[in-house]
């Protein structure tokens, strides 16, 4: 079993930069793939980034690639995405799961187990 509790999301003018964390509960970890997907108001989840488990592996949505940096501390039980060039369509509710998927997937029904979510917000 593997809890996890988002933070880090906010208010931000375009151009600017967030950094968000997910922290995570359970000895098991370091084992799972950690992804962020994020949903905006009457529009489907998405994908956004995941990385393996040793994280040596990670990939991107086309809509990020370039402005969003995903990391891991397996020590910490953490990963983290680093936001950075924020535009106004990024705006959602940022989501944190897990999945035993080893080399990481962007298939929302790979994963186990998800946080509650942080809202993002960016202003034009």
């Known amino acids: 079993q593997v809890q996890l509790v988002e933070s880090g999301g906010g208010l931000v003018q375009a151009g600017g930069s967030l950094r968000l964390s997910c922290a995570a509960s359970?000895?098991?970890?370091?084992?799972?793939?950690m992804g962020w997907f994020r949903q905006a108001p009457g529009k489907e989840r998405e994908f956004v980034s995941c990385?393996?488990?040793?994280?040596?592996?990670?990939y991107y949505a086309d809509s990020v690639k370039g402005r969003f940096t995903i990391s891991r501390d397996n020590a910490k039980n953490a990963v983290y995405l680093q936001m950075n060039s924020l535009k106004p369509e990024d705006t959602a509710v940022y989501l944190c799961?897990?999945?035993?998927?080893?080399?990481?997937?962007?298939?929302?029904?790979?994963?186990?187990?998800w946080g509650q979510g942080t809202q993002v917000t960016v202003s034009s």
């Open positions: 359970g000895r098991t970890f370091s084992t799972y793939t």
């Open positions: 990385i393996s488990w040793s994280g040596d592996t990670a």
């Open positions: 799961a897990a999945s035993r998927v080893v080399h990481g997937s962007y298939r929302i029904g790979e994963y186990d187990y």
